[in-house]
């Protein structure tokens, strides 16, 4: 989901008590133990890595989520801050996610903080997935987004999500391309559009933007640089012959 550009993310006032309560969250001793710091948070950790959590107690059904999202956390935060942060040896391993009852939204990622909107997961608990595009979004830590940018952004965060699953069943990349649909369109049109060009003209073309979008030196003539055709050209020809294998990671996968 589109961040919102802010130079500080405040999730709430987190006010540690100074009761402090350890519980291990499962029985097997590579499990990630949970510290309660107050009523609504919790704090997971696991092999260096933490993910607190933020959510409301009393929502049964969104209590019945959270578990899967920690599960995903472990398994996929260290696996894209390797293949995607500019300096994963000594990238930030906590991240904050948050469950906002008033966010309207399906998520976003700011400043090492995920919020995920209440009344979307609660209605959609299959779509965990997006827990890993929004982790994307903090592996990558690009230094800008902006109208020129954002696209290649979201596209390339949807691009991992196809890649690295869990796949759901339901969420899928498109099938056809419209007339409407532009390489610039975002999220999954743009992701597929990566697909085909990673698959037809250059198998590290996600590698290379994402490099070139840390350094903050992407422009439009990065595609000719990798690709030798302009960004026009290569639309037009994907348009023409769209085919790509899709195959997608489903959860058990490893």
Not at 82 to 93: G, I, L, Q, R, V
Not at 97 to 122: E, M, R, W
Not at 227 to 240: A, P, R
Request: aromatic residues 14%; hydrophobic residues 35%.
């Amino acid at each position: 989901m589109k961040r919102k550009i802010a130079a500080s993310f405040l999730c709430g006032s987190l006010i540690f008590s100074s009761f402090t309560a350890v519980q291990h969250a499962f029985a097997e001793d590579s499990a990630p133990t949970s510290t309660i710091q107050q009523h609504d948070s919790k704090l997971y950790e696991k092999r260096g890595y933490q993910l607190e959590v933020i959510a409301d107690p009393n929502n049964p059904d969104l209590q019945t989520i959270i578990p899967d999202f920690v599960e995903l956390y472990f398994k996929m935060f260290p696996k894209l801050l390797k293949d995607y942060s500019a300096d994963w040896k000594n990238a930030s391993t906590k991240v904050i996610l948050k469950f906002d009852p008033t966010y309207d939204g399906v998520a976003y990622a700011s400043n090492g903080t995920i919020v995920v909107g209440v009344d979307y997961i609660v209605s959609r608990p299959y779509d965990i997935a997006l827990f890993t595009h929004e982790l994307s979004h903090i592996a990558q830590a690009y230094p800008r987004y902006d109208d020129s940018n954002w696209w290649l952004v979201e596209g390339i965060s949807d691009y991992i999500r196809y890649a690295y699953g869990p796949h759901d069943g339901k969420w899928i990349l498109p099938e056809v391309v419209k007339d409407t649909d532009n390489y610039n369109s975002g999220y999954r049109v743009t992701a597929r559009f990566l697909l085909w060009l990673e698959q037809h003209k250059n198998k590290k073309i996600v590698d290379e933007l994402n490099a070139q979008l840390q350094q903050n030196t992407y422009d439009l003539n990065s595609f000719k640089t990798l690709t030798g055709k302009s960004i026009d050209e290569l639309w037009q020809e994907y348009k023409e012959n769209p085919d790509v294998k899709v195959k997608y990671k489903i959860k058990n996968d490893k």
